[in-house]
């Protein structure tokens, strides 16, 4: 294997390894979104639970106040695309488990193609290695 090849199987794990950071990513923001959509779950069916219609409504920065909820039956829900509709407390957790599974979907996709890159990411190393023993035994310069 000459320098030449090393160089190019070198780039080809760069390569694989800038696209793998980005699938880890994208697991993250998946998660994330997993994530979001069971505590908005949990934050309707505790509205409904809720006998006078009070919840504790998260506002940022740890600040949390006491709220009324005056309709807890409806829900504006983001479908996507900066839309927004009204749908019942029952069919916006419906739409929300949905959402979850798709995410849980995705989420196995990425991880199985990351899986397969990590893969290829060994082999390349393996073919590098070898590349530089034989390189060493043979006494080149690779430097």
Do not use: C, W
């Not at 739409?95 to 849980?104: A, N």
């Amino acid at each position: 294997m000459d320098q030449r090849e090393l160089m190019t199987l070198q780039n080809y794990l760069q390569e694989y390894g800038q696209q793998a950071e980005l699938f880890v990513q994208q697991l993250q923001m998946l998660e994330n979104g997993r994530m979001e959509a069971h505590a908005a779950i949990e934050a309707l069916e505790g509205m409904l639970a809720s006998e006078d219609g009070t919840v504790l409504l998260q506002i940022g920065g740890g600040a949390s106040v006491r709220a009324k909820i005056v309709e807890p039956e409806k829900v504006l829900l983001a479908i996507g695309s900066e839309v927004v509709v009204e749908r019942s407390n029952k069919d916006a957790v419906e739409f929300l488990k949905e959402r979850i599974m798709e995410m849980e979907a995705s989420a196995k996709k990425v991880a199985e193609t990351l899986d397969r890159l990590r893969a290829q990411m060994n082999e390349i190393n393996k073919r590098i290695e070898s590349g530089y023993q034989q390189a060493m035994a043979a006494g080149q310069d690779l430097g």
